[in-house]
């Protein structure tokens, strides 16, 4: 229908006749004619009309236009558009359909609120942030395809309807209209099939795959979501994480013109330690400093705990105490019960509520111990490891959020390495960190039933800026060590068969080691994008509670859908 797109004429063009289509995104008019700007996916042009053709036009009319590219008067030139030196002059045009009243205006620097947004996605994309957002992703996965082919990859795709399994979160199940009762389930991940792949000699996999989680409701998640996820066989630790390092340098490299160099490693317990966090943010360096020795004789009984941590916030010992109110109400916000602290003063002098309830010596020595200047202010997390350490990494960012920490435009990698094997749950059992199949570092490979709560997996994240937006591990390719991680899950050998039958049947048949990983492909391309949501990468998200304001979903079925899936129309009365 066109001869151009519109935001490809140039200079170079003036003189010739051309053919646009697209969208009206704004009308100005000038006393006898009336300027337009056509939009399509190239971008902008201006079109010139005679007043009386154009006294019906309005915004977001989609229409056809005709006529000859002409140089702007001089002056009038519009540097901020690659098409702003030319003009194209209308000889006719034609609606191809009429918009009716926009729901919120699409040209503005202002957008509409999220929830009106995602309503009329359809016309939000029609913007040319998200519009260059989608073009990005594509991008993304261009340079991604491109890089696993040249390591000998193979895509491979796998199923969307599988059998239930546990793999840390619940499933999304479907029924089966021909096996009344019975359920598919849809993939959290296509763990068990690209290990199968692996059994089956493949040897390389790699698939941009859909996943899907039953989660509870959380910031910035999705219910369905995206991921590149590969597998290898005959390989440890370090390829995989080379194959991930190639493919984050080739998307920074020709995305973001930023060349990512050798990825540091660091274990999670040293992240906990020093950053509180399993996915810290290296791009500043305030650190946590252990007190739990300093403390132990403390008479301060809140002190009087398994663990006792501190981070220094630089000059905030001089914030008002409404300031420090707030930051005990920003606590309390993450479950915890408030977040001590202590102010440094000019003279050195301690001030705050801590002060008065610690000892002399501890008064003493604590601007030493946690390396504070005058002027700062110090606050502590005490209680269980993990939970203090982790308010206390919260904390750290926050403070390098109001003060201005993180230089604009930065870039830090990390991969964080050897997690815990098993984790406690609130009944004193145990379950898995990372998911059932991944296997124990091999210091901890026959020993890892004896101390659970030690016990380290060969596992791997990759952090960006902060982000979590990879996680893998090497594999247990040995039937006997299955059963026996099975075992310290408290899974007998039946129950075992009973949910992982076929996959363990196949470890009967010569599995070779292999390992692999899964990058967050939603989070990544937020990232390389610069949105802070990953519902602005994803062409129709779904809100943090899992609805769609696009269509309405989820929704009650009819009668009718119920009974010939196989589903009771009707719950089942109460029990007396």
Not at 349 to 355: A, H
Not at 383 to 401: T, V
Not at 419 to 446: A, L, N, Q
Not at 478 to 487: I, M, S, T
Request: proline content about 7%; overall charge negative.
């Amino acid at each position: 229908m066109r001869t151009h797109d519109a935001g490809t004429l140039r200079a170079a063009d003036a003189g010739t006749t051309v053919t646009l289509a697209g969208w009206i995104a704004r009308r100005r008019d000038h006393g006898g004619v009336v300027f337009l700007d056509l939009r399509d996916g190239s971008g902008y042009a201006q079109v010139v009309v005679r007043e009386e053709e154009a006294h019906a036009l309005r915004n977001e009319f989609c229409v056809l236009v005709t006529g000859e590219v002409q140089r702007r008067p001089e002056g009038n030139e519009n540097p901020e558009l690659p098409s702003g030196e030319i003009e194209v002059v209308a000889a006719t045009l034609e609606v191809l359909s009429a918009s009716a009243p926009l729901p919120f205006p699409i040209e503005t620097a202002q957008p509409a609120g999220d929830d009106v947004r995602y309503a009329h996605r359809y016309l939000d994309l029609r913007r040319q942030g998200p519009a260059k957002v989608m073009k990005l992703r594509s991008e993304v996965n261009r340079v991604a395809r491109g890089v696993m082919a040249d390591l000998g990859f193979t895509e491979v795709e796998t199923p969307s309807l599988t059998r239930s399994t546990p793999e840390g979160a619940r499933d999304f199940v479907v029924p089966v209209r021909l096996q009344p009762g019975s359920w598919y389930a849809l993939p959290q991940s296509p763990q068990l099939f690209k290990q199968l792949l692996m059994i089956g000699g493949l040897e390389r996999y790699y698939q941009i795959a859909r996943c899907f989680r039953d989660e509870d409701f959380r910031a910035d998640r999705q219910p369905e979501f995206t991921q590149l996820d590969f597998e290898m066989s005959f390989v440890d630790r370090d390829d995989v994480l080379d194959v991930a390092s190639a493919v984050v340098t080739a998307l920074w490299r020709e995305l973001a013109d930023h060349e990512v160099g050798e990825i540091p490693r660091m274990t999670y317990r040293e992240a906990m330690d020093r950053l509180g966090s399993d996915k810290p943010d290296t791009r500043f360096g305030v650190e946590l400093t252990e007190l739990t020795s300093y403390f132990a004789d403390t008479p301060f009984r809140v002190f009087q705990a398994p663990y006792v941590g501190a981070v220094v916030m630089p000059g905030g010992g001089s914030q008002p105490r409404r300031t420090f109110d707030a930051w005990q109400d920003w606590a309390r916000s993450r479950g915890a019960k408030g977040l001590a602290y202590v102010t440094v003063a000019e003279d050195g002098t301690l001030g705050g509520p801590v002060t008065k309830n610690i000892s002399d010596a501890e008064r003493e020595g604590l601007v030493a111990a946690v390396g504070a200047q005058p002027g700062d202010c110090i606050f502590f997390a005490a209680g269980p490891r993990r939970p203090a350490q982790e308010l206390l990494g919260a904390a750290r960012n926050e403070i390098a959020k109001r003060l201005e920490l993180v230089p604009e435009g930065s870039w830090a990698f990390l991969f964080v390495v050897d997690f815990p094997m098993f984790e406690e749950t609130e009944d004193g059992g145990w379950t898995f960190m990372h998911h059932p199949f991944t296997s124990p570092t091999p210091e901890w490979r026959e020993r890892f039933a004896e101390d659970k709560g030690a016990a380290l997996s060969d596992a791997y994240d990759l952090v960006i800026n902060g982000n979590e937006c990879m996680s893998g591990s090497v594999r247990i390719h040995d039937a006997g060590l299955q059963e026996r991680v099975f075992e310290t899950l408290g899974m007998s050998r039946e129950e075992a068969r009973e949910r992982f039958g076929f996959f363990l049947e196949a470890f009967a048949y010569g599995p070779p080691p292999h390992a692999g990983a899964a990058l967050g492909w939603d989070r990544l391309t937020a990232l390389l994008a610069g949105v802070e949501s990953i519902r602005e990468v994803i062409a129709f998200p779904k809100t943090g509670a899992g609805y769609d304001p696009l269509t309405g979903a989820p929704t009650p079925i009819s009668t009718a859908q119920r009974k010939e899936a196989g589903i009771d129309a009707q719950p089942e009365a109460p029990a007396s």
